[in-house]
């Protein structure tokens, strides 16, 4: 199949998690020793995230950008997303030597999911408001708490509360 620009309209969910004192972190320890912490939060939040059926769109610094339901459609998209962002935060808690802090938005909606680039270097994403507004959740979330909007409030079911 040959890859192309361009993308689909797709509902989905976003899940965006940052390390809320990264800054002061990295201040107090070498960028070996820094780069090695980092590397195994990515991993064991990495592991959550894909055993809860989701995909690492991509890792901006210190924080995670994660998808469910695409580019594979999954009508459980926004439970498997609440599920990893709570699990996220307990596996956190559980291995303080992260010695890390982090703070979760998620948000379900209508998307484009496809690649973005030039054509000889592309990057399959997401984009729209709907990412946007996770974004912004996440930025606005007290630390150690995971914020959801109404719209992926509003698609859970019953009995996830």
């Keep these: ?8 309209e797709v509902t ?3 899940l965006f ?7 002061e972190v990295s201040e107090n320890v070498s960028p070996h020793e820094l780069s090695s ?5 990515f991993t064991n939040m990495g592991d959550v995230i894909m055993h809860n059926q989701g995909m690492i769109n991509k890792y901006i610094g210190d924080s995670i950008m994660a998808i469910w339901g695409a580019p594979l459609k999954n009508e459980n998209h926004a439970v498997l997303a609440c599920q990893a ?6 596996k956190l808690k559980e291995r303080e030597k992260f010695g890390f802090r982090s703070r979760y938005g998620l948000n379900s909606g209508t998307m484009v999911a496809g ?5 000889e270097r592309m990057e399959y994403t997401v984009i729209g408001d709907a990412v946007n507004l996770a974004s912004r ?3 606005a979330c007290d630390v150690g708490k995971v914020y ?3 719209s992926f409030h509003q698609i859970l079911p019953d009995d996830t509360e």
């Design 17 to 23: 998690s940052d390390i809320v004192n990264f800054s």
């Design 1 to 8: 199949t040959k890859l192309y620009l361009g993308g689909v």
């Design 85 to 90: 962002a709570l699990e996220m935060k307990c």
């Design 12 to 14: 989905a969910t976003v």
């Design 137 to 139: 959740i996440e930025t």
């Design 37 to 41: 912490k980092l590397n195994d939060y």
């Design 115 to 119: 690649n973005l680039g030039h054509h």
């Design 148 to 150: 959801v909007s109404q």
